[in-house]
């Protein structure tokens, strides 16, 4: 499996005080830690536990996940822009690794 | 009295419901991916009963068509960039990739598989995208063909096939015996098999539009494959082929055997006009 690579699209500028739409997406495999291999072993769980996003240090959305959630994680949510700024994304894997992406974002 | 008359009304309401043709037309909307039309209509070529070609997403629900119109949201663009990994990957004993030859395939691959199945003279067969591909691994790369529907096949097929994305497909059946090829997909499109005794055309021809219990049945175009389906990913054209068989009830041919080759050399000239849409979603 390819490592991990997240994706996210949100407008490049916006009125302030504009409600935008931010899409993320991660390619994982979310392993569930419920199904077993050929020989009848636990295939060890591996998943996307905890997903984040700030906006210039603040927190906008964060969840934890769980197995059930499917193969390459999808959220979608809305952010109210005040001002330009950066928005940090933040994916965190059961093995300890941890996947960010920033976007800028130009408030007019 | 009155309650009786009732019961009788409602009884007649249900049968007539039940009688009339379960029937779910194609939408009448364009397909719009990342705000560039592409052609989901096109005029039927000639020996079709159809007046027009009409691309599986036009059958599709809303959701699912949405799905397919940002590439964002489109699950299938995952295999895109997976494959474009394996293009750039070296593999085989001549310490070759895609990418060794054909460079970037924005610019090489462009276009390249609207014009698939080819004729292949060494071969004296039609030649698909994955045979292609499994051609210059063995020829140029040193490196062994693709088990079918490996990861990488299928990821490399639908990258190479995205490049196309938007391409109106057209066939050159001069090639070779191509013509002879399609003569013969023809046969297997309008033969019947298996237990249910079913033909291609039985579904996708005599019955496009209608439902089939859940299923809505398009025309079972080739144009999206390898498509990106909700219920079991991404999924090759010989795979779906294999699939549509089995539900017959029938002896299922192996992957890029001669009758299925000849089945997407025809079905394929069927979608002739349509564009390139891999990778497509569908249900």
Known sequence: MATPKPRVKLP????????????????????????????????????????TCEFNGAPV???D???AVSANPYFEFNAKVNEGGTFKFTWVDDDGSVYTDEQKIDVK | MRNKFAAVAFGVAMASAALSPATADPV?????????EIVSRA??????PFDEVLSGWLYREAETRALEEDS?????MLAVERGEEVWNTVDGSQGKSCASCHNDAAETMKGIAANYPKWDVDAKRPINIELQIDKCRIENMGAEAYKFNAEEQVALTTYIKHQSLGAPVSLDLTQGELQSWWDRGKDVYYTRTGQLNLACASCHEANAGKMIRADHLSQGQANGFPTYRLKDGLVSLHQRFRGCVRDTRAETPKAFSDDLMALELYVTWRGTGLAVETPAVRH
């Not at chain 1, 409600?19 to 419920?34: F, Y």
């Not at chain 2, 005029?43 to 079709?48: C, I, M, T, Y």
């Not at chain 2, 964002?72 to 299938?76: I, Q, T």
């Open chain 1, 12 to 51: 490049k500028s916006a009125a302030a005080g504009e409600v935008i739409t931010i899409k993320t997406l991660i390619s994982h495999e979310m392993e569930s830690g419920q199904r077993k291999d050929k020989d009848g072993n636990t295939i060890p769980r591996k998943i996307i536990n905890k997903f």
């Open chain 1, 61 to 63: 959305f964060s969840c």
């Open chain 1, 65 to 67: 996940i769980d197995p």
């Open chain 2, 28 to 36: 009448d909307e364009k397909l719009v991916i990342d705000d560039v």
């Open chain 2, 43 to 48: 005029k039927a070529p000639e020996g079709l």
């Open chain 2, 72 to 76: 964002f949201e489109n699950p299938g």
